[in-house]
């Protein structure tokens, strides 16, 4: 379906149910969809599981959502941060769950997720705690550990600009996961500095194309 | 030398030994510092896992852009001919084969390269792990810098790693303060001493004597 331009941010989240997975896009604050976080925050959802490279850095978006009790599970590759505190306070507490995972299976599990892909082998991981229980088979003599997809009920990401259409292109290094998270969720949930007439991008540098993308608004 | 290489000294040395043209990661910590004694037309592109190619200097004053970081998440600048890529297509780089040198810090390398470098293991730390294990598994090369010793006296290079692993057998090479070994299936050689003999070293080690 085409992509719908909200009006804003609290009707684009509307939706987003108990319990749900959602994808978090942003390495740190690069491309963290803070207007979309806090909508979520308004919202009201919890119990989620939230799928993001980080838990959340100072006080401000992801780390936001945690502080308020919204989030069961965590899935990242890197909780522990200098800024981190709120996420340290509720994981030694008892009050988070935490499932670790390198940034690299983390990505390429939701690229799987998002192209139909049912898991995929990969040495990373061997002769380490995080391969532990995992099935492993011999392929071209090295030890490969497989890996499930990760997908997503909802992904929120936040990217540069966006067109009529809801073709997405991002900014700098702030692209991260973006575009891998917005081919694995249900719901792809953008928001942007810009959303610039259908045909004002330049198809060459299209990085999410619009199939993926179901609501956009404007930061 | 006689005495214990600075830190200075240990970037210098490991920007010395790493090849014109080379595509490398510098991982989070005191490897960072190597990009610093790079020679400038060396060739060597820096890749930072968080999605770009030929990433410069430390941004400062005008230059800091929220959305232009390395994998510290500290502020970085663009170089002529730099490049950005999503998450997959950096790890796939990583995992694929295509970087030539990672340079990493480690809390232990075992005799036969294995590297811990991502949780002691206590059980009140909050492990993270990022992308260390792509990058010990990914490169061509992996070069630790580390102190040869912790605070505590206890030796960083050991016959077998007590701390959770990051990788197997990948480390080719550590940079100390007090030496540079390259490790070879399994088998320790002392290249360099500083401030300390290559006889001391061995034996403090307790490495074989051929060492």
Redesign the interface.
Same mark, same amino acid.
Do not use: W
């Given at each position: 379906m085409r992509a719908v331009i909200c009006q804003d941010a609290d009707e684009a989240v509307a939706d987003i149910a108990d319990g749900a997975t959602v994808l978090v896009g942003g390495? &740190? $604050?690069?491309?963290m969809a803070e207007t979309l976080i806090d909508a979520l925050i308004r919202q009201g959802a919890t119990e989620l599981t939230v799928v993001s490279?980080n838990a959340g850095n100072g006080t401000t978006g992801l780390a936001a959502l945690l502080a308020e009790g919204r989030v069961r599970k965590m899935v990242c590759?890197? $909780?522990?941060?200098a800024d981190s505190w709120v996420? =340290?306070d509720l %994981?030694?507490t008892g009050k988070i769950q935490?499932e670790?995972?390198?940034? &690299? @299976?983390?990505? #390429?599990r939701?690229?799987a997720a998002g192209a139909g892909i049912g898991g995929f082998y990969?040495?990373?991981?061997? !002769?380490? $705690?995080?391969a532990e229980g995992k099935e492993s088979r011999l392929i071209d003599g090295r030890i490969h550990v497989l890996e499930h997809p990760l997908r997503g009920d909802v992904a929120l990401i936040g990217a540069?600009q966006a067109d009529g259409l809801g073709n997405v292109v991002?900014?700098?290094?702030?692209?991260? %996961? !973006?575009?891998?998270m917005a081919t694995a969720a249900a719901t792809v949930i953008v928001e942007v500095a810009q959303v610039v007439p259908t045909g004002a991008l330049d198809p060459e540098t299209i990085?999410t194309p619009c199939i993926y993308v179901d609501r956009v608004v404007t930061r | 030398m006689t005495a214990p290489r600075t830190r200075a000294q240990l970037a210098r040395a490991v920007a010395r030994d790493i090849p014109p043209g080379s595509f490398v990661n510098l991982g989070i910590g005191q490897p960072t510092s190597v990009a610093n004694y790079l020679p400038p037309d060396s060739g060597i592109v820096l890749h930072? #896992? @968080? !999605?770009?190619l030929n990433m410069g200097p430390e941004a400062i004053g005008d230059q800091v =852009?929220?959305?232009?970081?390395n994998a510290g998440?500290a502020p970085v600048t663009?170089l002529p001919g730099s490049s950005?890529?999503?998450?997959?297509d950096? %790890?796939?780089m990583?995992?694929g084969g295509h970087l030539d040198v990672a340079v990493l810090g480690a809390f232990q390398v075992s005799h036969a390269g =294995?590297i811990a470098n991502w949780?002691t293991g206590e059980s009140?730390a909050? $492990?993270?792990?990022? &992308?260390?294990?792509?990058l010990a598994? !990914?490169a061509k090369q992996v070069f630790v810098m580390m102190s040869l010793f912790t605070r505590d006296g206890d030796q960083k290079l050991v016959p077998s790693c007590t701390y959770?692993?990051? &990788?197997?057998g990948c480390v080719s090479r550590i940079y100390t303060e007090l030496a540079t070994f390259d490790l070879t299936r399994g088998r320790v050689r002392v290249v360099d001493t500083f401030g300390i003999t290559r006889e001391a070293i061995i034996e403090r080690l307790g490495l074989p004597v051929d060492a």
């Open positions: 390495f &740190g $604050p690069a491309g490279n590759s890197y $909780p522990r941060q996420f =340290d %994981f030694r935490l670790l995972v390198t940034q &690299g @299976n983390l990505a #390429e939701m690229r990969c040495p990373v991981t061997v !002769g380490t $705690p995080l540069h991002y900014r700098k290094t702030a692209r991260n %996961f !973006g575009p891998v990085v | 930072t #896992e @968080n !999605g770009m =852009d929220r959305d232009l970081t998440k663009e950005y890529f999503h998450h997959a950096s %790890f796939a990583m995992r =294995d949780h009140d909050i $492990p993270a792990v990022g &992308g260390a294990m792509e598994v !990914g959770p692993l990051t &990788g197997l």
